[in-house]
């Protein structure tokens, strides 16, 4: 069976709510499942006003961020955010584990140690989802909340 790779990155971020720089967990387009809740198109202001687009060197305006976790998160002199930075990988994973998603370490490790590489991105993993397979097609809702 066929499933869809999405790839997970890291992305420079100048945040304009809290006028600081962080690095945030992107994500290359909406996935399936319940991933796709956390998912937020996203302006990309440039991190430079040095920083230019050419037709040669594109630079993206706009990406696919991932919200945080843990609802509105505080940082950078107490300013709210709600972007997923790299210390929630962990929570990340476990997200993604109990929600059917498989982390496809063989291309991750792949693609992290060739030579092409993405832009400004750096590569946290590959994904794929593959549904829920471990909760019985009978439960209710209200009985996956307690799992």
């Known amino acids: 069976?066929?499933?869809?790779?999405?790839?997970?990155?890291?992305?420079?971020?100048?945040?304009?709510?809290?006028?600081?720089?962080?690095?945030?967990?992107?994500?290359?387009?909406?996935?399936?499942?319940p991933l796709k809740q956390l998912v937020m198109r996203t302006q990309l202001p440039p991190l430079s006003p040095f920083q230019q687009s050419t037709p040669c060197n594109p630079i993206p305006t706009c990406g696919l961020a991932l919200r945080s976790l843990k609802g509105l998160s505080f940082g950078c002199n107490s300013c709210s955010t709600n972007y997923m930075t790299p210390d929630e990988i962990p929570d990340l994973f476990g997200f993604l584990t109990m929600n059917g998603y498989n982390i496809n370490t063989s291309v991750t490790h792949m693609m992290n140690t060739s030579d092409v590489k993405l832009t400004s991105r750096r590569i946290i993993c590959f994904i794929n989802y593959i549904g829920n397979q471990n909760i019985p097609f009978n439960m209710s809702p209200e009985m996956m909340d307690t799992i």
């Open 1 to 33: 069976m066929f499933y869809k790779t999405y790839t997970l990155t890291t992305q420079p971020f100048y945040d304009r709510v809290c006028q600081c720089y962080k690095n945030i967990v992107m994500i290359n387009v909406v996935p399936e499942g």
